[in-house]
């Protein structure tokens, strides 16, 4: 048989199995109907005996090369990966986070170590000398210091606008200072370590000022419920921010490309971790932390997000590993 009557006979065959790969590739081969479905396996098998009758005549190879192409389309769309939904995005967060979070145990206790070195070393600094309060803090938060002092706070439900556009400005910082923390790591950490540092002195200068006015109770209280969420996400991206730091200082045997490549993979699920506990923050401190609710509401809300983020990351263990499923229906 010439090449061009043996095209010409099984030129229908093809045309139809490229119509009916399109439609599954659009579609999925859900909306296939049982007799469509064994068409298509009918199809796939005849188009690869058809491959196979010119390669070895020595038909055109440009025909050649059109089959191939087509059995390597039918078997992109036939046996690719299954798609995933959003259920399965959730749960491989909810079940990765923790492990993640227990492997590197080590860095997120360095993180912690550092924000409260610089928070005890600035509070004692403070309270000795009050003028280390004015170098300690910047300027732009002195005014919150001096409201805080006062120990006024907003009318609960007063405002709703207002607050909602804190809690948009509480995101925006501290995520702007969470990716800082993060993503300064690439250069050694050393900048890392100093934000974690300055945030703690904050905290500490704050304290001690606190302290002074007779309201230290008032002000722990109050910055609780969103600062456990909050304090977490940079605890957890300063702890990203130093397996990069480290990856790159201290690669071993591996190359720094190669060192980065196996250690930022846990870094980036530490800052996707702290993706979520910033938008929670951001929402509880801009509509409750502020608000005049009882000190023993705020006090069970703050313990009740510490009580679910350590019992998340904690207790939550992995499911057993299972093999994927072959994705659509068997032909």
């Not at 199995?17 to 005849?46: C, D, P, T």
């Not at 007779?214 to 002000?219: E, H, N, P, Q």
Request: charged share 20%; glycine share 8%; proline share 5%.
């Amino acid at each position: 048989m010439n090449e061009r009557a043996f095209a010409e006979r099984r030129k229908p065959t093809w045309e139809r199995f490229e119509q009916m790969i399109k439609s599954v590739r659009w579609a999925g081969a859900r909306h296939l109907s049982k007799e469509e479905l064994n068409e298509l396996g009918r199809l796939y098998r005849q188009i690869s005996s058809d491959l196979a009758y010119v390669r070895t005549h020595g038909i055109s190879p440009a025909l050649g090369d059109y089959l191939n192409a087509l059995l390597s389309q039918a078997h992109g769309v036939l046996y690719r990966a299954p798609r995933r939904g959003f259920r399965h995005a959730l749960s491989v967060y909810f079940y990765t986070v923790p492990e993640v979070i227990r492997r590197r145990w080590k860095y997120i206790f360095t993180s912690i170590a550092i924000t409260l070195g610089g928070a005890l070393f600035a509070g004692v600094l403070s309270w000795s000398d009050p003028t280390w309060t004015a170098r300690l803090v910047p300027e732009g938060f002195r005014d919150s210091l001096e409201a805080w002092k006062t120990g006024q706070q907003r009318e609960a439900g007063s405002d709703p606008n207002a607050a909602s556009q804190m809690s948009s400005f509480y995101f925006m910082n501290n995520t702007r200072v969470s990716m800082l923390v993060f993503g300064l790591g690439f250069f050694w950490a050393i900048p890392t370590v100093w934000l974690l540092l300055t945030n703690g002195m904050m905290l500490g200068a704050f304290s001690a000022e606190m302290l002074r006015a007779g309201k230290l109770g008032f002000f722990y209280v109050s910055i609780f419920p969103h600062g456990v969420p909050e304090l977490s996400a940079v605890f957890l991206c300063g702890a990203g921010g130093l397996i990069i730091g480290r990856a790159l200082l201290a690669p071993g045997d591996r190359t720094r490309i190669e060192s980065l490549r196996e250690e930022g993979r846990d870094a980036i699920w530490l800052l996707g971790a702290s993706i979520p506990l910033l938008i929670l923050a951001a929402f509880i401190e801009a509509f409750f932390s502020f608000y005049n609710f009882p000190n023993s509401a705020k006090l069970i809300m703050g313990f009740v997000g510490l009580t679910i983020l350590l019992s998340h990351w904690l207790l939550v263990r992995p499911k057993r590993a299972q093999a994927d499923p072959i994705v659509g229906k068997t032909l």
